[in-house]
């Protein structure tokens, strides 16, 4: 048997032991089937450890027979339900459509599954590399904003392809270069 451990878990309470972190995870992974295997595990895991969880109203017991049933209470699942991940954000702030220089219409959020792949394999479970391409794009749109030319603006998978921030963060760590350096000259 294989058991993913979610290690967002150890932000719900700061003072998780690894057995109460594995039981949670397992708790909340339903695709658990009640085997041998479950059973073994969780008998390595101590009531005192289960009761802790049960007092700070992360999971629920339920007597079934000769047996109990956890399960996963509303607060532990307010704690840990998904938050819009980063790719949603860059997709949001991306920007949908551009005017060429010719003046047509040009959509630039097209492949979005592409586009999410291509996104995350860059990014992988980071999320300061995450966090820096949407800085990155928030710089170029507003700098081709404010210079008129956002109409060169490529579609987002090109962007992605062409590793479009590595240019961006170039200028945006010219451009603090430039600022920091600005009046330290004596004439």
């Not at 109203?57 to 509303?74: F, K, P, W």
């Not at 507003?142 to 490529?154: C, S």
């Amino acid at each position: 048997m294989i058991i993913e451990i979610n290690t967002d878990l150890l932000n719900v309470t700061e003072d998780l032991t690894m057995g109460q972190l594995v039981f949670l995870s397992m708790v909340l992974d339903k695709n658990q089937k009640n085997n041998q295997d479950v059973r073994k595990l969780v008998s390595l895991i101590s009531d005192d450890e289960i009761s802790c969880l049960l007092q700070k109203d992360l999971i629920t017991s339920i007597e079934r027979g000769d047996s109990i049933v956890y399960e996963a209470s509303q607060k532990l699942l307010n704690l840990t339900s998904k938050k819009e991940s980063y790719f949603d954000l860059f997709y949001k702030q991306y920007p949908i459509y551009v005017l060429r220089p010719d003046g047509s219409k040009a959509y630039l959020r097209a492949n979005i599954n592409k586009c999410r792949k291509a996104f995350e394999s860059t990014c992988g479970r980071s999320s300061a590399m995450a966090e820096h391409i949407i800085n990155c794009l928030n710089y170029e749109v507003d700098k081709k904003t404010r210079t008129g030319k956002i109409g060169y603006m490529k579609t987002m998978w090109r962007w992605l392809i062409d590793h479009q921030w590595e240019e961006t963060e170039e200028e945006m760590r010219d451009t603090v270069e430039q600022t920091e350096s600005y009046g330290t000259e004596l004439i």
